[in-house]
């Protein structure tokens, strides 16, 4: 690996890793499997991905460190802690006009592992088709509102996946080097696709990262309502299949960068001067959150939209966390329309 730069898979590893080349869990999953990335992209900031749930705790010498690192917690106090609650006795702030006018649109979003798989590159062939028909059958069962349709990126022509990419739908076609790398994209596309209501106010991504993640997104500063939709289409998915959850760590992903809520609130909102003048980074980097491009990690910023979203998944509530990133949102804002 490259010395110039070291992610933090490099900067933590054991001096002993060499000694864990038979160490395998029981879905066959070696240390190198879950460094892989890292090897091969020694740039990237985090490079550690887990193939299935048992690595948290089998390379426990390089995932704790980096998990501590990342999300600035002390994993051997750390306790899984969780409130989906709606909290009408304190509800979000509504943005005046002025920078409700700035933000394009909400998105929240969890990630999920169904219990009884492997994650993305530990899944057979037969496992990811038998685990999308679970979803489906479960997604079936939405009611309301939320009620829609699923689509396999197979029965999709290439306008449609590329016109539902281009409207924030559907994740990017297995153009992430860091998760090719990782394996994540391993029999693309089979057994991938996206179920969306009627509205496409609700959508659910099936086998791109993670197993699931459950989406909800709205046009302007809507986050009540995208966020009492979430809580209501988790609800009623968590009677039709059971997640993998940590006592530590709470749900399980593939990357550790999500673990705990797997919550990602975000907004994709205009920020044409602080991001010229080179605030944005330093302004996330105060309220503990993250800019990305409109099309997602790794890519640009258009005509001065970002996303920006929490940076900590975990360590702290749902609930603490949509009302970190909309209070940050908000100081960012304060810079950006200041006279």
């Given at each position: 690996?490259?010395?110039?730069?070291?992610?933090?898979?490099?900067?933590?590893?054991?001096?002993?890793?060499?000694?864990?080349?038979?160490?395998?869990?029981?879905?066959?999953?070696?240390?190198?499997?879950?460094?892989?990335?890292?090897?091969?992209?020694?740039?990237?900031?985090?490079?550690?991905?887990?193939?299935?749930?048992?690595?948290?705790?089998?390379?426990?010498?390089?995932?704790?460190?980096?998990?501590?690192?990342?999300?600035?917690?002390?994993?051997?106090?750390?306790?899984?802690?969780?409130?989906?609650?709606?909290?009408?006795?304190?509800?979000?702030?509504?943005?005046?006009?002025?920078?409700?006018?700035?933000?394009?649109?909400?998105?929240?979003?969890?990630?999920?592992?169904?219990?009884?798989?492997?994650?993305?590159?530990?899944?057979?062939?037969?496992?990811?088709?038998?685990?999308?028909?679970?979803?489906?059958?479960a997604l079936s069962g939405l009611e309301g509102d939320l009620a829609g349709t699923?689509?396999?990126?197979?029965?999709?022509?290439?306008?449609?996946?590329?016109?539902?990419?281009?409207?924030?739908?559907?994740?990017?076609?297995?153009?992430?080097?860091?998760?090719?790398?990782?394996?994540?994209?391993?029999?693309?596309?089979?057994?991938?696709?996206?179920?969306?209501?009627?509205?496409?106010?609700f959508i659910v991504w099936v086998n791109e990262e993670d197993h699931i993640r459950?989406?909800?997104?709205?046009?302007?500063?809507?986050?009540?309502?995208?966020?009492?939709?979430?809580?209501?289409?988790?609800?009623?998915?968590?009677?039709?299949?059971?997640?993998?959850?940590?006592?530590?760590?709470?749900?399980?992903?593939?990357?550790?960068?999500?673990?705990?809520?797997?919550?990602?609130?975000?907004?994709?909102?205009?920020?044409?001067?602080?991001?010229?003048?080179?605030?944005?980074?330093?302004?996330c980097k105060e309220y503990a959150l993250q800019p990305r491009g409109v099309h997602?990690?790794?890519?640009?910023?258009?005509?001065?939209?970002?996303?920006?979203?929490?940076?900590?998944?975990?360590?702290?509530?749902?609930?603490?966390?949509?009302?970190?990133?909309?209070?940050?949102?908000?100081?960012?804002?304060?810079?950006?329309?200041?006279?």
């Open positions: 690996m490259a010395e110039e730069h070291k992610s933090l898979t490099q900067k933590h590893l054991p001096e002993e890793v060499w000694n864990w080349s038979t160490k395998l869990t029981s879905h066959g999953t070696s240390f190198y499997d879950c460094i892989s990335s890292a090897v091969h992209n020694p740039k990237s900031n985090v490079g550690l991905y887990a193939p299935d749930a048992e690595v948290y705790d089998v390379f426990s010498e390089l995932f704790h460190p980096v998990i501590a690192e990342y999300h600035n917690v002390d994993v051997a106090t750390l306790v899984s802690t969780h409130d989906l609650g709606k909290h009408e006795d304190t509800p979000l702030k509504t943005f005046s006009n002025e920078y409700a006018d700035a933000i394009v649109s909400t998105r929240v979003r969890v990630g999920r592992t169904v219990k009884g798989y492997p994650m993305a590159s530990k899944l057979t062939k037969v496992q990811r088709a038998e685990l999308e028909g679970k979803i489906k059958e699923y689509k396999s990126l197979n029965e999709m022509s290439d306008s449609e996946r590329d016109e539902l990419i281009e409207e924030h739908l559907l994740f990017n076609n297995a153009d992430d080097k860091c998760l090719k790398d990782a394996g994540g994209y391993d029999d693309w596309p089979n057994n991938r696709g996206i179920f969306m209501n009627k509205t496409k106010d459950i989406i909800s997104m709205q046009k302007g500063p809507s986050l009540p309502q995208v966020w009492a939709r979430l809580i209501e289409a988790i609800a009623v998915m968590e009677t039709k299949l059971e997640f993998v959850k940590h006592d530590k760590f709470g749900y399980l992903t593939y990357c550790p960068t999500n673990i705990g809520t797997g919550l990602r609130a975000s907004v994709h909102v205009r920020v044409p001067n602080v991001s010229a003048n080179g605030k944005l980074k330093e302004l997602g990690e790794h890519t640009e910023s258009v005509g001065g939209v970002y996303d920006i979203s929490n940076k900590v998944r975990i360590g702290k509530t749902e609930w603490e966390l949509i009302k970190t990133m909309w209070e940050g949102v908000e100081k960012i804002l304060d810079q950006e329309l200041a006279k």
